[in-house]
T-cell receptor, first 107, second 118 residues
């Protein structure tokens, strides 16, 4: 099973700052890594697919990078509405797995 | 507009059974893999099961193998999860999700709560 470890677990950042969340896989997964945002009491929402591909309707301040075992989600110019838990997810091998989540608070 | 709407959740006693349903609309349901993902209270996301477009392939997380069965009815644009021998560890919000190319989950339902308790 591929274990995904996100860091940090929690981050508090002022608006307009840049945020970086990392996801490390326990084995090589190529680019089969996707990012989701889950706001309180809402369903998850796909932000980035295949490590760096953008999703229609997602603000351009969200971007992803990485391949192999190390991946990054970057949020440029943070906005109040970005307060949420962010999860990475791998589809390289079954069972599909998620990272433990990173809670982002806006100061 | 595209939608996924889950139903069938509720309170079940340990050892009991329940079937969740997910009604899809606004997109060609038969053209997509579909998936169930769950989230225990205050916890992260856990993939549960996925099913291919024609139901010829089904995959499960080890913890539900032999207890849960994923199925679909393309004529009714519906996805199902039959859950048997339920335990406390199955208490969670269950989401159905559209599975883009069998990889990423690009459309999610609102979720349905299953509580297993006596």
């Amino acid at each position: 099973e591929v274990v995904l470890t996100q860091s940090p677990d929690f981050q508090s950042v002022p608006p307009k700052e840049k945020v970086t969340i990392t996801c490390r896989a326990s084995q090589i997964i190529g680019s089969s890594l996707h990012w989701y945002q889950q706001k309180p009491d809402q369903s998850p929402r796909l932000l980035i697919k295949y490590a760096s591909q953008s999703i229609s309707g997602v603000p351009s301040r969200f971007s992803g990078s990485g391949s192999g075992t190390d991946f990054t989600l970057t949020i440029n110019s943070l906005e109040a509405e970005d307060a949420a838990v962010y999860y990475c997810h791998q589809s390289s091998s079954l069972p599909y797995t998620f990272g433990q989540g990173t809670k982002l608070e806006i100061k | 507009e595209v939608h996924l709407v889950e139903s069938g959740g509720g309170l079940v006693q340990p050892g009991g059974s329940l079937r969740l349903s997910c009604a899809a609309s606004g997109f060609p349901f038969s053209g997509y893999w579909m998936t169930w993902v769950r989230q225990a209270p205050g916890k992260g996301l856990e993939w549960v099961a996925s099913i291919k477009q024609d139901a010829s392939e089904k995959f499960y997380v080890d913890s539900v193998k032999g207890r849960f069965t994923i199925s679909r009815d393309n004529a009714k644009n519906s996805l199902y999860l039959q859950m048997n021998s339920l335990g406390d560890e199955d208490t969670a919000v269950y989401y159905c999700a559209r599975d883009g190319y069998g990889d990423y989950f690009d459309l999610w339902g609102q979720g349905i709560l299953l509580t297993v308790a006596s």
